[in-house]
């Protein structure tokens, strides 16, 4: 043989150059692999899931585990029927009086019935929207409005 038709021995592969993992993570590539049988592994990123604004924290947890001598204080029924009397009192519904102060109805709700767990951000608005005392010695009084004021 003469030298111009090539080396028979010689062979050339001609490859197609490797996915980048972007590439291989698409929706095209996890569906090829999984026509021919390759492995495709699933995993999902810590927390990577889901609204973090509304998803069930530590605190939620602990409500769950609740025992006798383990339980969370909860607004007392007498802060809940001060609460009902004073916004009966105004002519304002459980709606109108959360519009009021920039919360759910479902938290008045809880408040009045005493399921409510009391924030002490939530019992100050009730108290200057409703006008009297929910915590301490003197509730149901009156509330004094600029008490620690200058003079």
Do not use: C
């Not at 999984?34 to 699933?42: A, D, I, K, L, S």
């Not at 007392?76 to 105004?90: A, F, H, P, T, Y």
């Not at 109805?105 to 005493?114: A, F, K, L």
């Amino acid at each position: 043989m003469a030298d111009s038709e090539g080396d028979w021995d010689s062979v050339t592969y001609l490859r197609k150059k490797t996915p980048r993992a972007a590439e291989m993570r698409s929706k095209q590539a996890v569906a090829s692999a999984q026509r021919h049988g390759g492995p495709v592994e699933t995993t999902q990123k810590f927390g990577g899931s889901g609204n973090k604004q509304h998803s069930a924290n530590k605190d939620s947890a602990k409500l769950d585990r609740e025992t006798e001598e383990l339980h969370h204080e909860k607004v007392s029924l007498d802060v809940g029927k001060l609460i009902q009397q004073s916004r009966m009192e105004k002519k304002l519904t459980q709606k109108d009086l959360a519009t009021k102060i920039n919360e759910k109805p479902q938290v008045i709700m809880d408040y009045e019935s005493g399921k409510a767990i009391p924030n002490n951000q939530v019992m100050s608005k009730l108290e200057r929207a409703l006008g009297i005392k929910l915590r301490g010695k003197e509730k149901g009084m009156p509330l004094v409005l600029g008490g620690k004021g200058k003079k």
